[in-house]
């Protein structure tokens, strides 16, 4: 399994939507270096931060 994959493969993975995604992330749920980063213009997601993240959420 890869360590880092892009919003697309993310949403494919947990059939959470791409703009529910970014909502997360606009509100700062996702935090920049720890649950994601941005390279080469795309957004990647830590994998085993985001699901941590997912498992701890009461949402």
Aim: aromatic share 14%; charged share 25%; net charge positive.
């Amino acid at each position: 399994m890869y360590k880092w994959v892009t919003i697309q493969k993310l949403s494919e993975l947990t059939g959470i939507s791409r703009e529910g995604l970014y909502a997360h992330k606009k509100k700062g749920h996702l935090r920049q270096e720890i649950h994601w980063i941005k390279r080469h213009g795309r957004l990647f997601i830590h994998l085993e931060n985001f699901f941590s993240w997912l498992e701890n959420t009461g949402e």
